[in-house]
């Protein structure tokens, strides 16, 4: 394992609970028994706050904290831009992550196909959002 993927797991600046969120989703590896809770709170199309919890591996932490640092104050939109490559990277759909995702290449890498789904566990949680009930 990646020195590096440990230190962008131990970046806990989101792993928290947010009382004030808009949206929200879980998602269960069946795999493994891995999960994530995500909560976003969304205001005119701008992501304003992201909150995960996780019962998971350092992948899916790392992954986690990499995706929610990148989303927060950004448009909702790029959480599907971020699909669009990044589920799609290990499909070999794509050779080379674009220059402004390059900080995914620690995790989103040939090198960690095998643990694909644990990396792939909080973009398919946010793409699973639905709203606060």
Do not use: W
Not at 41 to 47: A, D, H, R, T, Y
Not at 57 to 84: D, F, M, N, T
């Amino acid at each position: 394992m990646n020195i590096d993927i440990i230190k962008i797991a131990s970046d806990t600046s989101h792993n928290k609970i947010i009382n004030r969120y808009t949206h929200k989703s879980k998602f269960k590896n069946k795999i493994c028994g891995d999960q994530i809770e995500i909560k976003v709170n969304i205001n005119n199309k701008l992501i304003k706050d992201i909150g995960y919890q996780t019962k998971s591996c350092i992948y899916c932490q790392a992954s986690a904290s990499l995706i929610s640092k990148y989303l927060v104050k950004k448009s909702l939109k790029k959480i599907e831009y971020l699909s669009k490559f990044l589920l799609n990277y290990f499909e070999g759909e794509f050779d080379n992550l674009p220059k402004n995702l390059t900080k995914f290449n620690v995790l989103f890498n040939k090198k960690n196909i095998s643990r694909k789904d644990c990396i792939l566990m909080p973009l398919i949680a946010l793409k699973k959002l639905g709203p606060n009930d």
